[in-house]
């Protein structure tokens, strides 16, 4: 038993450090090499873990060679266009001008009524509405509404206004959150003289946010009586 | 970048170990096989004393070796090997020549199965 333990532990270890090697991506967003690869790690890692005769090793490398032949691919596709589309397709645009595109349909076996589902998903319950509609390779569908359909922006009303960057959490749970003060541009002390004004202290601050323009916002910790 | 240098590393790493364990799990195999071929071919005509000291080099061998190719090949395969290897000095204690040979030729066979595994074939690859 203390070796499935060790095993397991062992596996955890190589398993996590391949899938943050291979970066940082949602399953809904994985290519379809990317995917295969996540199910094939927890297949293979899943084998050793449940037999005990089956050498670790064997899995590792099969897992390490995996992962490694994976990143090679998407490094050499991000240089060659062509592997890139070879590994990965390329998107489709499914609704042109408004109008359905059956043989693109056709080419990725999608129904029309699929093709509805997806735009229902995405609030789209007109087809008259839509000017350009894409399946990328990740088989998601993304849509361009036609100009009368789209959203006012701040642009569209002339509006010019004022951007103070992003706000980053720089106290969370009391904790200064070293990598915002660095994004910042900001030290330590400069929260601390902004919690000063607001006479808080760092402890009793759950959330803490700032800009560039040291706007701050201040949530504290609800103390129970 | 930082990521394609770790992947290649780690691809290197692969492929290095998977070559030199080959390398070392056939030589240390092809040890094995010898040490017990001679024990079969001395079971019919050599003396006890000799017999022994040849099983029991064949053991030293074998503890020297378990636990590299434990880590290489597939434990069951090995426990089969190491079972008929166990049994040798017990069949020459009780003067069971046909089990000792019985038993070197089931040991024998076993490693050279796992070193037919081992071999870069189209029917192993496929």
Same mark, same amino acid.
């Given at each position: 038993m203390t070796v499935t333990l060790i095993r397991a532990i062992v596996l955890y270890a190589a398993v996590i450090?391949?899938?943050?090697?291979?970066?940082?991506?949602q399953i809904g967003e994985m290519q379809p090499s990317e995917l295969v690869i996540t199910f094939l790690i927890s297949e293979i890692a899943?084998?050793?873990?449940?037999?005990?005769?089956?050498?670790?090793?064997?899995?590792?490398?099969?897992?390490?060679?995996?992962v490694a032949l994976?990143?090679?691919?998407?490094?050499?596709?991000?240089?060659?266009?062509?592997?890139?589309?070879l590994m990965q397709g390329r998107p489709v645009i499914v609704i042109r001008d408004g109008e359905i595109d059956m043989k693109a349909l056709g080419k990725l076996r999608i129904t029309v009524s699929d093709l509805v589902s997806a735009l229902r998903q995405k609030d789209i319950f007109e087809l008259k509405q839509i000017s350009y509609a894409i399946y990328e390779t990740n088989g998601k569908l993304s849509v361009l509404l036609k100009p009368e359909y789209r959203n006012v922006s701040i642009n569209d009303?002339?509006?010019?206004?004022?951007?103070n960057g992003m706000p980053f959490p720089v106290i969370c749970d009391g904790k200064t959150a070293k990598y915002a003060l660095q994004?910042?541009?900001k030290s330590e002390g400069d929260i601390l003289s902004v919690l000063e004004k607001e006479k808080t202290n760092k402890e009793d601050v759950a959330l803490m946010t700032m800009n560039n323009a040291m706007q701050a916002e201040i949530f504290k910790t609800k103390k129970e009586d | 970048m930082k990521r394609v240098i770790i992947a290649s590393v780690i691809f290197l790493f692969a492929v290095i170990f998977s070559i030199s364990s080959s390398y070392v799990f056939k030589s240390d195999m092809n040890t094995l096989f010898d040490?017990?071929? @001679?024990? +079969?071919?001395?079971?019919? =005509?050599?003396?006890?004393?000799? $017999?022994?000291?040849?099983?029991?080099a064949? @053991?030293? +061998?074998?503890?020297?070796? =378990?636990?590299?190719?434990?880590? $290489?090949?597939?434990?069951?395969g090995m426990e089969e090997i190491e079972q008929s290897i166990m049994a040798l000095p017990v069949a020459l204690e009780h003067g069971e020549n046909e089990l000792l040979k019985e038993k070197c030729i089931d040991a024998m066979t076993q490693i050279k199965n796992l070193l037919e595994a081992e071999e870069i074939s189209f029917r192993n690859v496929f």
């Open positions: 450090f391949l899938i943050r090697l291979m970066g940082k991506r899943s084998i050793p873990m449940q037999d005990n005769t089956v050498p670790l090793i064997n899995s590792v490398i099969a897992l390490f060679v995996l994976e990143i090679f691919i998407s490094a050499i596709g991000l240089k060659s266009h062509s592997l890139g589309i009303m002339g509006i010019t206004p004022e951007s994004e910042l541009g | 040490s017990l071929n @001679e024990i +079969l071919t001395s079971s019919d =005509s050599g003396e006890k004393s000799e $017999l022994k000291e040849k099983i029991d064949t @053991e030293q +061998l074998w503890n020297e070796f =378990s636990p590299v190719f434990h880590v $290489l090949a597939v434990h069951s």
